[in-house]
């Protein structure tokens, strides 16, 4: 097909031919079905990190209601950074994916290799993943900064990663504030009386 290539032409004849594909959020029993299936699709044991390729018409073909794209998207960027228990991706790590990009000093973002720059985060999930981050990243650099990729990573490196590095100390010590400054815990105390019980609430510090 014309202006197609091969994967997106079998990706649609796959949708075709799965009328009752289901778009939108996986349910928890959908998750557990896809993890069960990779596994037993790779040979590997539930109890063991997925190295093997995966043949995901295979899996899709005991998915009734997933195609193989839906399928390898969801293991790819969730079920198996979950199943490796990986790490929330966090401010921190923009600050240090801006500064992987900057010591590069690529002119273009072809030169950007995603696998590597992949390489190494408890909280990236793929590539493509990481990439999409960098994408939502690139957002706050003003339309004045320029859009070649050397200015964009200058102003966020330079501005950008600062400005979260600020709010990060300012947030830390408004919690430590916070806490210094709560009022003390109350405890109940039962009085008692000949004629009846009572019971009331004082503040540890004014025992």
């Known amino acids: ?7 997106s032409v079998k990706d649609r004849f796959r949708l075709i031919s799965k009328p009752q594909v289901t778009r939108g959020r996986w349910t928890a029993e ?15 044991p539930l109890d063991q990190p997925v190295t ?15 195609s ?10 969730f079920l198996s950074w979950k199943e490796r228990q990986g ?25 950007l290799d995603w696998v590597k720059l ?8 793929s590539s493509q993943w990481l990439r999409s981050k960098w994408w939502m990243i690139k957002r ?6 320029g859009n070649s990729l050397r200015d964009m990573v200058a102003f966020l490196h330079s501005s950008y990663a600062k400005l979260i590095q600020k709010k990060a100390r300012n947030t830390s010590v408004t ?17 008692v009386d000949c004629d009846r019980n009572a019971d009331s609430a004082l503040p540890i510090g004014s025992l």
């Open 1 to 7: 097909m014309m202006g197609r290539s091969a994967s």
């Open 30 to 44: 959908e998750e557990d079905k896809l993890l069960r299936i990779v596994h037993d699709v790779s040979s590997t």
């Open 52 to 66: 093997a390729s995966i043949a995901w018409s295979s899996v899709a073909d005991r998915m009734p209601n997933r």
């Open 68 to 77: 193989s794209k839906q399928c390898r998207a969801k293991w790819i960027n």
């Open 87 to 111: 790490s929330p991706w966090t401010r921190q790590n923009e600050i240090e994916l801006i500064e992987k990009i900057f010591k590069i000093d690529a002119e273009e973002e072809t030169e």
């Open 118 to 125: 992949a390489e190494g985060w408890d909280s990236v999930r």
């Open 140 to 145: 706050h650099v003003p339309v004045s900064h």
């Open 175 to 191: 919690s430590i504030q916070s806490e210094q400054d709560a009022p003390p815990p109350t405890i109940r105390l039962m009085h």
